[in-house]
């Protein structure tokens, strides 16, 4: 649930928090701040505290900030100079706070976190509509069912910093994009970022679903890859035993994320016996479905065809499949999160999971995803920012960033900072899943002297120790 400061004066305060009631949904809450009583509705929303008092007043301001950690502020006032006054009390106590105010005096504000909605432009625009050969706004375009939305991305979406390739657009599309004051041209390879204003088009019904996507911070991978899970099981690689902790690790994750469907693709068959008890454990749940490849046709061919077929979100491989880093690089072109079943799989007994910072680009596209799967499995987060050489670049902007997150998904979140050997602490930890960015350099073959390598990202992959996620990016 969004916590949203709301601060109301004026002629138009009645109208707004009638509005907010009458649009009301059980995602939001309000603290309103108020100090005309004929704002207040006959019918109070549960979800809204009120707090009348004089909004200039920064100490008093200060104690309804400092109670809650609010995502956005809403505020419209009677008074340029009363407008000015709190936006600059609320920047002294939250200076990254987004806020939209009301303006009819041409304020005139280059903050990127206020957005001005300016009220005389827009009673102006409402009347121009009316006149004949002028081009109207979207909601009048078409079947004016409202096929064609505008969706803001707000910080800490699923689907902030994933390009538009990696986005199911299954029965609606993305045909434009606003960053800033800016219309940037759609490419695949573009990467959606916070306060993008995307503009779809679609089936209004689908269009809603994915506005609550969109509009959510928690609780949605594997979307925007996909919405439903995949297990590639090569029986021939592993013993019956590791084929049973690898089905146990599965059920984890299938009861856990946010998925539709599990889908288990068995090739190279050994024995009935294993096929079994499969089978057995998924007896009954309909939202499993075993599939057999008896002819061996291959992994890039059944993973093309599976992939368009089953909406699959996230791929399951165990960390035996990439010994033969060559036969699998196919997974890159997917551009879908892997899931890499390491030897030691704990399933129920994860307990953190663990960031080794690398490089800044590609950490700040999967930052949304490693709060999202915590938050799922329940797990705490740890991030190592560690450089033994000191020659790293400044990652203080991407500590902030993760931390931020962190609030926004009510996780909690440990970031140690030392100048230790990454990878000898990250051998210590125990019951983790470990989240990286999948990058192409990482299925390349590498050299026998290991210790030439510095990367972490490549030394930690190589690693069949832990379980590993890992999330597509766009490399520089």
Known sequence: ?????????????KKLMQRIVETNTADNSYDVVYMNDAIIPEQKASNCTFYKFDPTSESKLAMVLDKDVHTQVMIALNSKDEMLNVIENIKKRKKNLPMSILDYWGINMKDPYVDVYKGIEVLANGMIERLPNIPVMAQNIGLKQGEIMEIKIPFGSSYAYRYIGSIEQKEWKIFGLYRGERLINIKPSLILKPNDVILVIGKPSVLMQVYNAIGKSQGQFPMP????????????????????????????????????????????????????????????????EIKMDF??????????????????????LTSEMFKNRKKIRHI??????VFKIGEKAVGLGVKRSVVLINDVNSYEQI????????SQLKTKTKIFNMDPLGENQDKSNLLDHFENLAKIFNEKVEIVSEDKNPIRELKKQENILQILPLKQSMLKPRLSWKFLYTNSDLISFDLSKFNQLLIPVIEE
């Open 1 to 13: 649930m969004k916590k949203i400061l709301v601060i109301l004066d004026g002629i138009v305060a």
């Open 225 to 288: 890859f996909g919405h439903n899970l995949y297990l590639y099981l090569d029986m021939y690689l592993q013993d019956d035993q590791r084929i049973l902790n690898v089905i146990d690790e599965v059920k984890f994750l299938h009861k856990r994320l946010k998925n539709g469907k599990l889908i288990i693709r068995i090739t190279r068959p050994t024995t009935v016996g294993i096929l079994e008890s499969i089978k057995e454990n998924f007896a009954g749940n309909e939202s499993v």
């Open 295 to 316: 002819h061996n046709l291959g992994m890039e061919r059944l993973l093309k065809s599976d992939i368009r077929a089953f909406d699959i979100g996230m791929l399951i």
């Open 332 to 337: 890159l072109d997917l551009r879908i999160p």
């Open 367 to 374: 930052s949304p995803v490693v709060f999202d799967v915590a």
